[in-house]
């Protein structure tokens, strides 16, 4: 295995919410000056992948960030042994597989790339870098079987140089492989990739969608959904904003309905990721949850010069964590609070 440079030491300044108060400090925790450290990419003369996914290495570098234990929370050395123990279960399982062999091949993806949320705002980042850097213009991207299709959606932009498993129970046998490791945490993104994803998805995206003012709803969602959540659609609704229900969108509608809108307002969730796709200026208001500090589209909005706002929801599953939890908000309190943003 060699290693290269990839992408260079950098800071960046993260700035606060538009409506930013002290004694929220603590949901805030990513504000101020942030270091980006140096990233390197490896190139592999030969490794095995199988159909899922599922890298076979010994490499100890490799395997960390495959199964992104950088970004446990909660639990870490519990979750980091059981994550093991099922990283080798596959591992054994491939012994059983049928081998294929293919070459010059790119691996990006990750774990967590079967969700939403982080294969947009981690994953895509890097084919937009692929696809900016020369030096990769040789190679095909390696995207293995999904059960969802928005991965796929997403390879547009790199026409024939990707490489999409559909067989099942196969091993491939890459030659000349070149693996990307995550390039920032989860969450808290390098500003000038964020930029550049926006700029080359953006530019192969039509612009004419006519609502300018949307609410993204969870209501469909299978989890952390609004209470009341329609008597708060049919208020906003009155005010002239379109109700989106992403789930139901193709990958290039969501960046057209994202880009070209004025004011988006949302419930913390996958489908706020798209707010990467806004233009300079517009108007965010974040409606998220009043005791978790991971939420991460107060960053990406300064990363991207957009106007962020908060309104803190309470959790009303007491039994649930932040991530499957239900929240409430006084719906009144936050009509007065963003009369003027609304309007």
């Known amino acids: 295995m060699r290693s290269f440079n990839l992408l260079k030491k950098s800071k960046e300044f993260i700035k606060k919410p538009k409506n930013f108060e002290h004694k929220h400090k603590f949901l805030f925790q990513n504000i101020g000056l942030e270091n980006r450290e140096s990233k390197k990419y490896y190139q592999f003369e030969k490794i095995l992948l199988d159909n899922h996914g599922n890298i076979r290495t010994t490499n100890k570098l490799v395997i960390e960030n495959y199964l992104n234990l950088k970004n446990l929370n909660s639990s870490k050395i519990i979750k980091s042994v059981l994550l093991i123990i099922i990283f080798v279960c596959k591992f054994l399982k491939g012994f059983f597989y049928t081998k294929k062999k293919i070459s010059n091949v790119i691996v990006i993806h990750n774990r967590h790339s079967h969700g939403y949320f982080h294969w947009v705002t981690d994953i895509l980042p890097k084919i937009a870098l692929i696809k900016t850097n020369r030096r990769f213009k040789n190679y095909k991207v390696f995207l293995p079987f999904f059960k969802t299709k928005f991965q796929r959606e997403t390879l547009f932009i790199l026409k024939k140089n990707q490489i999409i498993s ?69 208020k906003l609704r009155h005010l002239g ?30 489908g706020m990721a798209n707010i990467i796709w806004a233009k300079r200026g517009t108007k965010v208001i974040n409606i998220r949850p009043d005791n978790d500090p991971y939420i991460p589209f107060s960053v990406f909005s300064s990363c991207l010069d957009l106007n962020y706002y908060y309104f803190l929801a309470k959790n009303i599953s007491y039994f649930n964590s932040t991530t499957n939890a239900n929240f409430a908000i006084n719906q009144e309190k936050f009509m007065q609070k963003f009369k003027k943003i609304l309007k």
């Open 166 to 234: 559909e067989e099942r129970n196969t091993l491939f046998e890459i030659n000349n492989c070149i693996y990307i490791p995550e390039l920032f945490l989860s969450g808290n993104p390098r500003s000038d990739l964020l930029k550049l994803t926006n700029k080359i998805y953006k530019k192969k995206v039509k612009n004419n969608y006519k609502y300018k003012k949307i609410y993204i709803s969870r209501k469909i969602a299978r989890r952390r959904n609004l209470y009341m959540e329609e008597i708060f659609e049919n």
């Open 241 to 270: 904003f379109k109700i989106v229900y992403m789930e139901k969108l193709s990958f290039k509608k969501q960046v057209e309905v994202c880009g070209n809108s004025n004011i988006i307002v949302g419930l913390t969730g996958a």
